[in-house]
């Protein structure tokens, strides 16, 4: 559907690992230029979930489109995303600018412009006076940073961002909210996992909600707070913990 106005298309999308099902008929529709907050509990299927939409791992059956390359067009759907994985894959040995200049190669970027968007990244995450520190010595949050960089340094048309703030200070994880703000607004679509919940508050024009690997509720964020009754002002929080608990009992439920 290489027309389609979406970015992220997804028809079933399902994952078994033998007798487990991590993911079960996950159906999606993202807007090109959104920001979707993806939300669950541990082991609800998120990242398995990300994982196929990025090609990494292979669907037990139903399909999925980024940006209307189906997602077994691997060389296609790869050149259209970035992944900032929980854990962020870097080389520990490279320096922090050699790694991202080893990604700007992978990703075909010439060397006078990747050299100008590294610099600019690096200062403006506060690790251009550290870019020539072996990774191996990095923080956890400074690893977080090259790991977001790497994934926006070729300018993807999506983005999926997985704990993107994890590791990071108050001021870091404030220049990352802004930074996706920003891609949002120039055109790009932002896939964003995250159990910070005012980030996705703050960011999101669309939330779904996975538990056991369903999708079990799905809207903006005024719209979801506003099913959910409260003596005060719902939260995403509270949207989270009724759904969540309320897919759970059902589940748990014996058949009648």
């Known amino acids: 559907m290489p027309s389609s106005p979406f970015a992220i298309e997804a028809d079933g999308l399902t994952k078994r690992f033998g007798s487990d099902v991590a993911v079960d008929g996950v159906d ?25 939409l990025t090609t990494l791992t292979r669907p037990t059956s139903g399909e999925a489109w980024i940006v209307g390359n189906p997602i077994t067009d691997r060389d296609a759907v ?57 990774i191996d010595d990095y923080s956890k949050g400074m690893r977080q ?48 996992s995250t159990h910070i919940l005012p980030v996705v508050e703050k960011l999101a024009d669309t939330v779904g909600v996975l538990s056991d690997g369903h999708i079990v509720t799905e809207g903006s964020p005024d719209a979801l707070t506003a099913q959910v009754e409260s003596e005060t002002d719902s939260t995403l929080e509270d949207v989270f913990l009724t759904v969540t608990t309320d897919h759970g009992s059902r589940q748990a439920r014996p058949a009648e």
């Not at 807007?31 to 994982?51: C, E, H, I, Q």
């Not at 961002?161 to 870091?172: M, V, Y």
Request: proline residues 6%; glycine residues 10%; aromatic residues 8%.
């Open 28 to 52: 999606l529709a993202v807007d090109r230029g959104t920001v979707y907050g993806f939300l669950g509990p541990n082991g609800a299927g998120k990242t398995t979930t990300m994982r196929m």
């Open 78 to 134: 790869r050149g259209s995303i970035g992944y900032l994985p929980e854990e962020p894959p870097v080389f520990e040995e490279l320096t922090g600018w050699e790694q991202l200049e080893y990604v700007a190669r992978l990703r075909d970027i010439p060397a006078e412009r990747a050299n100008a968007r590294i610099e600019a990244w690096l200062e403006r995450f506060g690790l251009a006076e550290d870019a020539g520190k072996r």
């Open 145 to 192: 940073k090259v790991g977001l960089v790497q994934a926006l340094l070729h300018e993807p048309a999506v983005v999926f961002l997985d704990e993107p703030t994890s590791g990071l200070d108050p001021r870091a994880a404030r220049t990352v909210v802004d930074a996706i703000a920003e891609m949002a607004e120039d055109g790009h679509t932002i896939f964003l």
